[in-house]
């Protein structure tokens, strides 16, 4: 059942978190589950918009002034202000980086540069965390349906694993994109991930089905533009346990004819306890995996909810 890309996971990285020393200190923050975990899975794109714009290693550390919509980035001693340097780097670096095919970016934390949320910005001497990175801000910009985190995030289980989910669900897209999409095959893309968008929106799902459904009267450039933003903004929304139990039950009743009344009792059991936060949803998975084997759940075998990434990376086992 899991489906995995002939083609490369590409996810852009801030450089000092794969152990690359570009910080104002000459130190890095080397992130250990980046490059042990995530390496066996991902093809790394590092990005260090200080060096990369000019700047040296070491340098005087840097913050970020005024607006938080339009703020400037000022050196802490000098007063030298490095905007404009900056976001020219900003400009180039996102058409160099479109040519890089990206699924995803984990950016560093709290940096003036690439921050991507609660960014300290200094106002009459006084910070307020309301800021993105001047870079992380133009990221977002350019590329609005692109998985992004922040690597301090990814210590949240519920968080890592949204984000990782994310990415191989955007490269799945990918990969259906360049494959001469049509409309029967953008039929069949929506039908294999019905029940993962479903974990996370309901609504979504029924956006995305009346869209698929009225297909033929949009041109196809623009009905997989509309599709691409329902389908990664429904994914951004966090897969409440309700949600997951509710889309539990919903598989449990393709099994109606098959299951004899142990099974049943003993999947429902094994619901209930994921539901009461006893089991991770990966015991009531692979139980239903095994039904789908055991009865040939042709339907359900296509599901990429049951395996939506590998699962040597247990994102699903915590409670």
């Keep these: 059942m899991t489906q995995t890309s002939a083609a490369p996971i590409k996810i852009g990285v801030s450089s000092c978190l794969l152990g690359e020393k570009v910080r104002y200190d000459g130190g890095h923050k080397h992130d250990r589950y980046l490059t042990d975990v995530l390496g066996c899975f991902f093809t790394f794109v590092p990005v260090c918009p200080e060096v990369?714009?000019?700047m040296s290693v070491p340098r005087e550390a840097m913050r970020l002034e005024g607006d938080p919509e339009h703020p400037r980035l000022i050196?802490?001693?000098?007063?030298?202000?490095?905007?404009?340097?900056m976001l020219a780097f900003c400009r180039d670096k996102v058409e160099v980086l479109a040519r890089e095919e990206l699924c995803g970016f984990v950016f560093k934390k709290g940096s003036p540069s690439s921050g991507l949320f609660r960014v300290k910005v200094y106002r009459d001497g006084m910070p307020a965390r309301s800021g993105s990175g001047l870079f992380a801000q133009a990221m977002v910009r350019r590329f609005p349906h692109l998985p992004m985190e922040e690597e301090?995030?990814?210590?949240?289980p519920v968080l890592r694993e949204n984000f990782?989910?994310?990415?191989?669900?955007?490269?799945?897209?990918k990969d259906f994109l360049a494959a001469n999409p049509d409309l029967g095959g953008l039929v069949d893309f929506h039908t294999r991930h019905k029940l993962l968008v479903m974990s996370h929106s309901t609504q979504h799902y029924r956006e995305m089905g009346a869209l698929v459904g009225h297909g033929r009267e949009i041109a196809l450039p623009e009905l997989l533009e509309r599709y691409e933003e329902l389908f990664m903004?429904?994914?951004e929304l966090h897969a409440t346990v309700k949600k997951q139990t509710n889309v539990l039950m919903h598989v449990m009743g393709y099994f109606k004819k098959e299951l004899s009344a142990e099974e049943k009792q003993e999947l429902l059991g094994v619901i209930g306890?994921?539901?009461d936060g006893l089991v991770p949803l990966v015991v009531p998975i692979t139980l239903l995996r095994h039904y789908v084997a055991k009865y040939r759940q042709e339907y359900l075998a296509k599901q990429v909810y049951l395996a939506p990434h590998p699962?040597?990376?247990?994102?699903?086992?915590h409670a």
């Design 52 to 54: 990369e714009s000019g």
């Design 75 to 85: 050196t802490h001693k000098t007063r030298i202000d490095k905007t404009d340097q």
């Design 152 to 156: 301090g995030r990814l210590n949240d």
């Design 164 to 173: 990782i989910e994310r990415v191989f669900s955007f490269r799945r897209w």
């Design 233 to 235: 903004t429904a994914l």
């Design 273 to 275: 306890d994921y539901h």
């Design 311 to 317: 699962s040597e990376l247990m994102l699903r086992n």
